[in-house]
């Protein structure tokens, strides 16, 4: 496995699909992070450093799908894997040694944006004001859920030969993940109540009615359950420093990215390779 792992280390060097992902999560953040600042200044609101530096999260789900479906797919369209399997490598060996690459990519589109926004963001808002215990739990569920997409898309890209099927289907599902996060946090954070204002009399009062499209019951620990496995859904409460449950999120992440090793091992090991 080592071997196989000190060749595709020089691969992942190589990687423009990653590089290209990191530079424009890089650039798009940055930009965001200084009209935070200039918000700030022109009307006098308050930010923090946390609001900024995760910002970046939104896009790892898009670029992730589009560098691992070409790394592992790429194998699979020179007939590099077939050739691994001829000389004696063990299937399992190629697996894991390709989950490890992508998750090499998978932690450098973590880590240099998270470093790079720290850098630009402290001299502009100062340092984390969150208990860094809080902060901490950001940075490992952060690092967890890119380590979801990363084993998501190798399972994917491990089980379908035609690397440019791979990367439609990834990016696919990516925004599909983002959106169906988006969308259950826009009913779960929905208040139960809503007040306006209305002229009874000729005097203006404040009238509190019930929001009828508000979720509750069953279905609502439902959403919350899938909010809480998603990564987009996950994410979401990150983002917006909403999370009900911390533990479930973690051990969630945990368990995806055993389930999809799983299920992906298990499959590759039972593929014909053409």
């Known amino acids: ?4 792992l000190r060749a595709g280390l020089w691969r992942v060097k190589k990687d423009k699909w990653l590089w290209a992902g ?9 930009f965001g992070c200084i009209s935070q600042y200039e918000t700030v200044i022109k ?16 896009f790892p789900g898009i670029t992730l799908a589009a560098s691992i479906s070409v790394l592992a797919g790429t194998e699979f369209s020179d007939g590099t894997i077939r050739n691994k399997i001829v000389t004696g490598k063990k299937r399992s060996d190629i697996y894991l040694s390709a989950f490890i690459l992508c998750s090499v990519e998978a932690l450098l589109t973590f880590f240099i944006p998270v470093i790079v926004l720290q850098l630009v963001g402290i001299p502009l ?24 997409y990363a084993s998501f898309y190798h399972m994917i890209a491990m089980l379908n030969q035609n690397k440019a099927h791979t ?4 990016i696919t599902l990516g925004f599909l993940i983002l959106f169906a996060g988006a969308y259950l946090y826009q009913f779960l954070a929905a208040p139960q109540f ?5 002229v009874i009399d000729g ?44 533990i479930r999120l973690v ?17 590759f090991q039972r593929k014909d390779m053409k």
């Open 167 to 170: 990367a439609i289907i990834c």
């Open 194 to 198: 809503y007040e306006y204002a209305d």
């Open 125 to 148: 808002f100062r340092f984390f004001t969150q208990p860094l215990s809080e902060i901490g739990y950001k940075f490992l569920l952060g690092m967890l859920l890119c380590l979801v």
């Open 251 to 267: 051990v969630s992440a945990v368990c995806s990215i055993i389930i999809f090793n799983v299920i992906g091992m298990f499959g």
């Open 203 to 246: 005097q203006v009062k404040m009238i509190t009615e019930e929001n009828l499209h508000y979720v509750t019951g069953l279905r609502r620990e439902i959403y919350q359950f899938l909010m809480d496995v998603l990564p987009g859904g996950a994410m979401m409460q990150m983002l917006e420093g909403s999370v009900l449950h911390p």
């Open 22 to 30: 990191i530079f424009i999560i890089l650039a798009y953040n940055i």
């Open 1 to 4: 496995m080592n071997n196989l």
């Open 43 to 58: 009307y006098q609101i308050e930010k923090r450093l946390e609001d900024v530096v995760f910002m970046f999260m939104l």
